[in-house]
């Protein structure tokens, strides 16, 4: 039987792409599927069951690097296409931070996948704690990217000050819509809700991209999938999980958007942050 393996790469939101979608694709296939969880690859410190439960097994780097030998396995990097040379490969090793595709193109359904996990123990205890902080009333997700290591794209074009006037002309529409903050620079959260009273975030996040830091932006993903619309940094994947985990059924502006947040396009959040997939059907 062929066994795929995915070497997953880069941050958060394109190694569970990556991960959701080759297992989407060995389950399709009926292939054995593994990973390997790359430690040395955007400075990611997390593992995996650190953030999700799961059963999957994992494959060493040490063990993914010999697969990778031309004589052993078939690696590719770059899954915009199918891979070439795969068919008939005991073992396809996957390296790859970007989104899998199967034989016709279409890309693997990881949004499925993912809303099939669930959180780690830890990180449900956020989700569950913010959530009562932030109560019964609709709410809007507010996803700000400020840490340094930011896209020079998303500085440019998703400033802290266009979330500010986006927040206050909601509110003109709907004064008693509150916000759920999500943001890499504490500061600024704490800033935005000291001017922004009806908006609740994360306390004691953690260093950026350690363990309890990521283990804090995953629940973030949970809490704004379970919002009634998104505001989001510009040319940034991380609220892609986010609409993947509400069944894509949230509208996401940014900055270059040309469909924005209102008080006709949200929809309701849901009751459960936990599954966030679920919600009313009406108001």
């Known amino acids: 039987m062929t066994q795929l393996n995915v070497w997953c790469l880069s941050g958060l939101g394109n190694r569970m792409r990556s991960l959701l979608g080759a297992k989407d694709l060995s389950d399709r296939h009926g292939w054995e599927f593994s990973y390997t969880w ?6 990611l410190s997390a593992e995996l ?3 999700w439960q799961n059963e999957l097994e994992r494959t060493s780097r040490a063990t993914a690097t010999l697969w990778s030998l031309p004589s052993r396995a078939f690696l590719s990097g770059d899954q915009r296409t199918w891979p070439a040379g795969a068919e008939g490969r005991r073992r396809i090793n996957l390296k790859t931070g970007d989104y899998i595709v199967d034989r016709d193109g279409e890309r693997l359904d990881w949004g499925n996948q993912l809303r099939a996990l669930r959180p780690a123990a830890s990180v449900a205890q956020r989700i569950e704690q913010v959530g009562g902080e932030l109560g019964q009333g609709e709410f ?4 700000i990217r400020a840490h340094e290591a930011s896209h020079p794209k998303t500085k440019e074009f998703s400033p802290v000050s266009w979330y500010e006037t986006r927040m206050r002309e909601l509110l003109e529409q709907r004064p008693d819509l509150r916000f759920y903050i999500s943001c890499d620079v504490p500061e600024v959260a704490d800033a935005l809700v000291a001017r922004f009273p009806m908006a609740v975030t994360q306390r004691d996040k953690g260093g950026y991209n350690t363990t309890t830091g990521t283990q804090a932006a995953v629940a973030d993903i949970y809490l704004l999938a379970a919002s009634g619309g998104i505001l989001r940094p510009y040319w940034s994947s991380f609220t892609t999980m986010s609409s993947e985990l509400a069944d894509q059924a949230l509208i996401l502006e940014d900055s270059q958007s040309e469909v924005a947040l209102s008080e ?3 929809v309701p959040r849901a009751v459960d942050p936990l599954r966030p997939w679920e919600r009313p059907t009406a108001r």
């Open 38 to 43: 790359d430690d040395r690859s955007a400075g």
């Open 49 to 51: 069951d650190e953030l």
């Open 140 to 143: 809007v997700g507010v996803m």
């Open 264 to 266: 006709q396009t949200l």
